[in-house]
């Protein structure tokens, strides 16, 4: 892709408002092999992550950017983790369970005024960068740096194959809300330019899985 291309692309985003993560979105059966929202599917899912976050980050605070109904924050809980979470669906803390509702902060992952800077010494945000634009994506880079004193830890879908830096897709066959994979060079980069080096031990330690869908960051 060009960089008119990119600009042109970029310009013509439309952001996804909250509304579209109402409880079908978390609930329903519209998702491929049952892959909901509740705790103990999200359990079996996550299998060792909370026990490996723990581990490899050895966090004292954590936030999680874009939490959903807090599943993610529920397991690192019952590990004696002191979690928060920001999410912009109102219907993320109705699904929450009673043990993490009450640290869910319901605004957008790009507010830069929810929490203080270095507030955290890892910021969580998992599978939310392809569900905004490029231009949110690097103003939620930007805030999880702010917000880290650390660790930043994601997880995003790339472009599969991107032949330029700039190439990103604009859609998938997995969710209607993915409307941006970028060629996962740009996110680190946006890190970088953020300040911030890149940790590939840690990296390889948190995808297990091989899927070639983590990044871990280090605010220097
Ligand atoms: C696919 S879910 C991922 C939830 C959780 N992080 C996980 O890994 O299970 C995407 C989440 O991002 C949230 N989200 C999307 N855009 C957002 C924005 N601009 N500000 C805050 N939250 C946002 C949605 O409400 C939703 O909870």
Redesign the pocket.
């Known amino acids: 892709m060009t960089i008119t291309e990119f600009e042109r692309q970029v310009l013509r985003q439309t952001?996804?408002g909250?509304g579209?993560?109402d409880a079908d979105?978390?609930a329903g059966e519209w998702r491929a092999e049952g892959n909901k929202?509740d705790l103990e599917t999200?359990r079996q899912i996550e299998a060792r992550n909370p026990a490996l976050i723990k581990e490899v980050f050895q966090p004292r605070r954590v936030l999680?950017?874009?939490?959903?109904?807090g599943?993610?924050m529920h397991l690192l809980w019952e590990l004696g983790v002191d979690v928060d979470g920001?999410?912009?669906?109102e219907?993320?803390r109705h699904l929450a369970t009673p043990e993490v509702r009450g640290r869910i902060t319901i605004?957008?992952?790009?507010?830069s005024t929810l929490k203080p800077a270095n507030a955290y010494d890892l910021v969580?945000?998992?599978?939310?960068l392809e569900?905004?634009t490029v231009l949110?994506v690097k103003q939620?880079v930007a805030n999880m740096v702010r917000m880290t004193s650390t660790f930043v830890y994601v997880?995003t879908r790339f472009h599969p194959n991107p032949s330029t830096l700039l190439d990103f897709n604009q859609k998938d066959d997995l969710?209607p809300?993915h409307i941006t994979l970028l060629n996962k060079d740009m996110l680190r980069l946006m890190f970088v330019l953020e300040g911030c080096r890149s940790r590939p031990d840690l990296e390889s330690r948190m995808d297990w899985g091989g899927k070639g869908r983590v990044l871990v960051l280090e605010k220097v």
């Open positions: 952001a996804v909250a579209h993560y979105y978390f929202y999200r999680d950017l874009g939490c959903g109904p599943a993610l920001i999410d912009f669906a219907s993320s605004g957008q992952v790009t507010d969580i945000c998992r599978e939310v569900h905004l949110q939620a997880t969710d809300s």
